[in-house]
């Protein structure tokens, strides 16, 4: 095969067995699981054996690469066995890129685990779908813990059932730790408009479409702040989140909530300051 070969069959994207059988099991649908991943050489493999190591045994795994140059893709191909569809290629972003995967996969629920996270447990998948299937809820969602570069337990979240005021406020629910259904992404999308916050603006609308999720209380995904990639800034995050929310008010005419919702903004910034920056720095 040469160059321009090798180019096509990348950018046309590759489908292979991968982990699933494409069973059609009545108790244990399709999962797609959908990681997006850009130079991530550091991380990727450990995220790559997470998913691959779930005991949930009916799961679709797809990475998306938005054309990495160090050696993201030796890794990939290296797994390429356990992965059923990838494909490395520019894009414009991560929201697009996660629309991609989307796309490309096609189980009846999906979850997107990026590449420098990793679940908890073997059994972190079966959790969640075995929670989702015993609930009345539409989706289901769990809780983090926080690891540092040397994948070192640095913050656990605590257990709490938040309620849709709780979400206007601050974004809390982690799309690392929750299977959602396949329809929700025909009505919603990651909207490209924002670099931090689409998920934030994704689950805004979601819960309002899907009613309450069921909350689990487990420790799903461990979730990366090594201080370099694009999670660990703080004040860019929120500030984006703000953006999002303001977005979000105005689009449901609550216009008027604006200057309180500007209140809570600036206590958490300085929470920021005195608090976050300094504990979860990589040391």
């Known amino acids: 095969m040469d160059l321009k070969e090798t180019k096509t069959k990348l950018e046309g994207g590759l489908r292979t067995k991968g982990l699933s059988h494409k069973k059609s099991w009545p108790d244990r649908p399709l999962i797609s699981i959908i990681t997006v991943v850009r130079n991530g050489q550091k991380y990727l493999e450990e995220t790559i054996k997470s998913v691959i190591n779930q005991t949930y045994d009916n799961v679709e795994y797809i990475i998306i690469d938005g054309g990495s140059t160090d050696g993201t893709l030796d890794i990939i191909k290296k797994y390429e066995e356990y992965i059923d569809y990838w494909v490395s290629e520019q894009d414009r972003g991560i929201s697009d890129a996660m629309n991609k995967g989307v796309r490309h996969s096609t189980g009846k629920l999906i979850l997107h685990l990026h590449s420098d996270d990793i679940f908890c447990k073997n059994e972190s998948l079966c959790l969640l779908y075995n929670e989702l299937k015993s609930s009345d809820k539409k989706w289901v969602t769990g809780f ?10 640095i913050k656990i979240d605590k257990f709490r059932k938040y309620t849709y005021f709780d979400m206007v406020l601050r974004n809390i629910i982690r799309h690392q730790t929750t299977l959602l259904p396949r ?7 990651f909207d490209e408009k924002y670099k931090y916050a689409m998920d934030y603006m994704f689950f805004l609308n979601a819960w309002r479409i899907l009613g309450d999720p069921h909350f689990v209380n487990e420790h799903i995904t461990c979730f990366r702040l090594d201080g370099n990639n694009l999670s660990s800034n703080f004040y860019a995050s929120i500030s984006d989140e703000m953006r999002a929310r303001i977005d979000f008010r105005l689009i449901n005419g609550e216009f008027y909530k604006i200057p309180f919702d500007y209140i809570i903004y600036t206590l958490r910034l300085l929470k920021i300051y005195f608090y976050h920056s300094r504990k979860y720095s990589d040391k």
Request: cysteine-free; overall charge negative.
């Open 144 to 153: 983090y813990k926080y690891i540092n570069s040397r994948t070192v337990e």
């Open 183 to 189: 329809n929700i992404f025909e009505e919603v999308q």
